[in-house]
């Protein structure tokens, strides 16, 4: 079974500097999709960013941007020029690239707590 | 389109009674799926239903657990009888795709006292 490992439970940094996040994740497939949701206190899951791990080229959403390590399985997100409504709940996800025997659906990490100061 | 909509966005309940949460998926979706938010376990997902037909319910925590999707635009899941550890934010989403992008709904948040 795949598994996400976020080992900063929380975060916290200064307006309009930058941010990262850690994830990493383990799994036995080659292909698959990788995930960044933000969840506000409003509880509305949000995607931040997306990854297809046959690309070797970093996605990227305006101040938004991964670092994506195939070989070490690891997908970071980096918020660049923080801004106060960036304060929210991250997860990271990883979706399988084959359906069946259980695999399907998002499998999340437990979720980093970012906190911007201002 | 105004989104995944889930209904009630807050359930308070009294343990052994029966809780019914909604949800009307994005419009030409084929797939639903059903998440549970807990802060031990994270979120999980309990089923997901393709063209309104259950595929995978092998999250369903229990018996107590069912979930039906009678359309295209209408999903239910269903508690009973409801016991305190039920207690948790219940999301629901819904994608074009099985490996498209999930737009999920605000969530239920069901309290079981």
């Known amino acids: 079974a795949q598994t996400v490992t976020q080992s900063q439970p929380e975060m916290s940094v200064q307006e309009a500097e930058t941010v990262t996040l850690s994830c990493t994740y383990d799994?036995?497939?080659?292909?698959?999709?990788l995930f960044w949701y933000k969840q506000p206190p409003s509880r509305q899951m949000i995607l931040v960013i997306r990854?297809?791990?046959?690309?070797?080229q970093n996605a990227t959403e305006n101040r938004f941007s991964v670092n994506f390590q195939k070989a070490a399985k690891s997908f970071s997100l980096k918020i660049s020029d923080s801004q106060l409504g960036d304060a929210a709940m991250y997860f990271c996800?990883?979706?399988?690239?084959?359906?069946?025997?259980?695999?399907?659906?998002?499998?999340f990490g437990k979720g980093t707590h970012l906190i911007i100061q201002p | 389109d105004a989104g995944v909509i889930q209904s009630p966005r807050h359930e308070v309940t009294e343990m052994g009674q029966e809780v019914t949460l909604r949800c009307k998926p994005i419009?030409?979706?084929?797939?639903l799926f059903w998440y549970r938010q807990t802060m031990m376990r994270g979120l999980e997902l309990l089923i997901y239903?393709?063209?309104?037909?259950?595929?995978?319910d092998s999250g369903m925590p229990e018996d107590r657990f069912s979930a039906k999707m009678p359309n295209a635009s209408f999903s239910t899941l269903k508690i009973q009888p409801s016991e305190p550890r039920d207690s948790a934010v219940y999301f629901c989403?819904?994608?074009?795709?099985?490996?498209?992008?999930?737009?999920f709904g605000q969530g239920t948040r069901l309290t079981v006292v």
């Open positions: 989403a819904s994608s074009l795709g099985i490996h498209t992008e999930a737009f």
């Open positions: 799994t036995s497939e080659s292909d698959y999709y």
């Open positions: 990854q297809e791990a046959y690309k070797q």
């Open positions: 996800a990883y979706l399988g690239m084959y359906s069946g025997g259980g695999a399907d659906g998002l499998t």
């Open positions: 419009s030409g979706h084929d797939y």
């Open positions: 239903f393709n063209n309104n037909v259950p595929i995978d």
